[in-house]
């Protein structure tokens, strides 16, 4: 293995260890040594969340641990993009997400973004309690291909339908794949109201948008 | 659990969210839905937010048919929590309503149970700080977080108290966030039990039942769940309570009619699932989680006729 090759291994372990310290660390050592910014995040940091998801999945790990990883994560990333390479980076998707408007419960968006975020998506937060007119003018603006929603209440679930409605009238809804997630949430639901996706945790959500756009 | 479905209300007129505020109104909106649905009991009050706002965090009251939230949560971390004095839920205005409607339906009718809903522990405090740290600080800052948790939990019980004093026959104690699916079995173990089952036990003190409603899927806490202090056990709609009741000795189960078949299905389908639930010999039925407010009437009486032929 190589120094770089271990450098990775050892970013990537540290976002599993959730070790915040570590990660910034061997990130400065990652500069210091001249690796490549992206690859070390590709390769190494992201690659760590890769792994806590999977983690997260398998049910070792829960929203507490996926978060601190992610935290290491990022810490680490704030190092490297600095020295990240202009047209280093793929093309990334881009996408929005949010809460829907009336709900603000955002624990579940917010390990989406962090998973579609360390796996190469450029994601856009809206936030929580977020307008079904936001979603659309925001996806239009940046030129989103992914409209991500949820909701954690049924109350408010039925307001994602409304973000549907306005694309159709708009006559843009062909220009986005559509997906919803969330407690009460369901592949029926999401059906009935004319999303393209759905999934039930924040792992399978990295899976199903790299469907929907493959 | 809010029952007060929009077409309730404005056949009534007693509507949310301006009977967030009254006990009268409060009062009123509980007995319609009584009526209405054929609930037995009145459920009071009609959001999970009194608890959090007298603690500091703001509120937006929502609307008709929106229930109340948490706009702002006051603090950025547990360890910037002041602990405010004893006796501050009870004395906010809106604590008030509840106390009034409690003790205003207990009066006049004292043959339906009413049941007091408090937030749990953990939702409160996730509703004081942002949900995303405070759980990451569940790891982080164990001293901080049982600090905060102690505090919060204090609070619950004197409020929870003052519900019982005025007339309260049940305590219902909802607490999300505490499900296994966020917390997973550990921190469900060290906080959700102990601090559920510390409101719990404070409240049993009082001779008052406790009605435990734990969110998610319940997998990976069963080990815990024969420790819980509840009276009875409210969980979501996929949970097989027949099972559940055999493997943890819940002493009573309540559930679990999925809440999505109550808006969307059909009075058959609802009607027969109902019938399903009781042959599995569950004690309470309900709905298995929050009452979405658009649920159709005729929906929740085919769920409630069902239950009472028998």
Redesign the interface.
């Known amino acids: 293995m190589s120094s770089a090759e271990e450098l990775y291994k050892q970013l990537a372990d540290a976002v599993v260890d959730m070790d915040e310290e570590k990660a910034v660390l061997l990130a400065k050592q990652a500069v210091s040594q001249k690796v490549d910014a992206y690859q070390a995040i590709d390769k190494g940091l992201a690659k760590g969340m890769e792994r806590a998801g999977k983690l997260f999945e398998d049910?070792e790990?829960?929203?507490?641990?996926l978060?601190?990883c992610s935290?290491a994560m990022n810490a680490g990333i704030a190092v490297l993009k600095p020295h990240l390479k202009p047209g280093t980076a793929a093309a990334r998707h881009k996408g929005v997400i949010g809460v829907i408007e009336?709900?603000?419960?955002?624990?579940g968006k917010?390990l989406v973004k962090i998973m579609l975020e360390s796996s190469g998506f450029d994601i856009l937060d809206l936030g929580r309690?977020v307008p079904p007119q936001t979603f659309v003018d925001k996806a239009i603006e940046i030129g989103a291909e992914l409209i991500l929603m949820s909701s954690l209440?049924?109350?408010?679930?039925?307001t994602m339908g409304d973000v549907i409605k306005i694309l159709i009238d708009k006559g843009v809804r062909d220009k986005f794949k559509i997906a919803v997630g969330g407690?009460?949430i369901?592949q029926?639901?999401a059906d009935?109201i004319g999303a393209d996706g759905y999934s039930k945790n924040a792992a399978e959500a990295v899976r199903m948008c790299q469907s929907l756009l493959a | 659990m809010n029952a007060a479905i929009v077409e309730v209300m404005q056949k009534t007129g007693n509507e949310l969210p301006r009977a967030h505020h009254s006990g009268e109104l409060m009062a009123a909106l509980a007995y319609d839905v009584h009526r209405a649905t054929g609930f037995e009991n009145f459920g009071i009050p009609f959001c999970m937010t009194v608890e959090a706002e007298a603690l500091g965090s703001e509120v937006d009251y929502g609307s008709l048919k929106c229930e109340p939230k948490i706009a702002k949560e006051v603090f950025g971390s547990v360890k910037d929590v002041r602990c405010l004095s004893s006796g501050i839920i009870q004395n906010t205005k809106r604590a008030g309503a509840v106390f009034a409607s409690v003790y205003e339906l207990s009066k006049k009718h004292p043959d339906i149970p009413v049941t007091g809903s408090i937030a749990g522990p953990l939702s409160t405090t996730a509703s004081l700080i942002d949900p995303m740290t405070f759980l990451k600080e569940l790891r982080r800052e164990k001293d901080e977080a049982h600090r905060v948790l102690n505090y919060v939990t204090d609070r619950l019980i004197e409020y929870a108290k003052i519900i019982a004093d005025s007339g309260a026959d049940i305590i219902g104690i909802a607490d999300p966030t505490a499900t296994g699916e966020i917390l997973g079995p550990k921190l469900f173990e060290e906080y959700a039990l102990t601090y559920i089952n510390k409101l719990a036990g404070a409240i049993h003190e009082l001779g008052i039942p406790v009605i435990v409603h734990i969110c998610g899927e319940l997998r990976m806490v069963k080990a815990h769940l024969p420790r819980l202090r509840g009276d009875a056990l409210s969980v979501d709609a996929f949970v097989n309570l027949r099972e559940l009741k055999k493997e943890t000795g819940v002493p009573v189960t309540m559930g679990n009619l999925s809440t999505y078949m109550l808006e969307f299905g059909t009075p058959e389908k609802i009607y027969r699932a109902a019938r399903g639930l009781l042959k599995n010999d569950i004690d309470i039925l309900a709905p298995a989680c929050g009452l979405s407010t658009s649920t159709p009437l005729e929906h929740i009486t085919g769920f409630t006729q069902a239950v009472q032929k028998t």
């Not at chain 1, 790990?61 to 641990?65: D, K, L, S, W």
């Open positions: 049910e790990y829960f929203v507490p641990e978060i601190i935290d009336g709900d603000t419960h955002d624990i917010n309690d209440m049924t109350t408010t679930m039925d407690g009460p369901s029926a639901f009935r």
